[in-house]
């Protein structure tokens, strides 16, 4: 449970599960249930690049969302994937419920282990793929 009394629903848990074991999902999209007590699967896909995922976040509305991240490293050393967390809260979006994602998030956040990069994004240039791209880079190198 979160500081605001919402719940991770066990359907959040398997499908990230499934993304990060299986590699059954490409990204799943988070949202509060209609009563704002658990965190539940609005969306999942399968193959959506990142533009299709872009696309799934809505322009006045919160969500979270899970994206396994593909990008190439530099010299021929191929590809690297990393789980990514957003927290997608836009600046037009209700004061409520940024409030209710905000306090809400450290649950979701928690029962999801194995992410390696969190986003916060206000806007559409925060999780633009090169912005990202940087953010999960930085250090790629060491791992």
Not at 16 to 39: Q, R, V, W
Not at 84 to 109: E, H, I
């Amino acid at each position: 449970m979160s500081r605001s009394g919402v719940a991770v629903s066990d359907e959040a848990l398997k499908a990230f599960n499934d993304l990060k074991l299986g590699k059954k999902y490409k990204y799943i999209i988070y949202a509060l249930n209609d009563k704002k007590t658990e965190i539940v699967v609005d969306k999942t896909s399968v193959d959506g690049s990142y533009d299709d995922f872009l696309e799934e976040l809505p322009e006045n509305d919160c969500k979270y969302a899970i994206f396994d991240f593909e990008y190439e490293i530099g010299n021929g050393e191929g590809k690297r994937s990393k789980i990514v967390f957003y927290q997608w809260s836009p600046d037009t979006a209700n004061v409520r419920a940024k409030m209710v994602y905000a306090s809400s998030k450290d649950a979701l956040r928690r029962a999801l282990n194995g992410v390696s990069t969190d986003i916060q994004g206000t806007d559409f240039s925060e999780v633009a793929f090169e912005s990202v791209l940087e953010r999960v880079s930085r250090g790629a190198g060491s791992h």
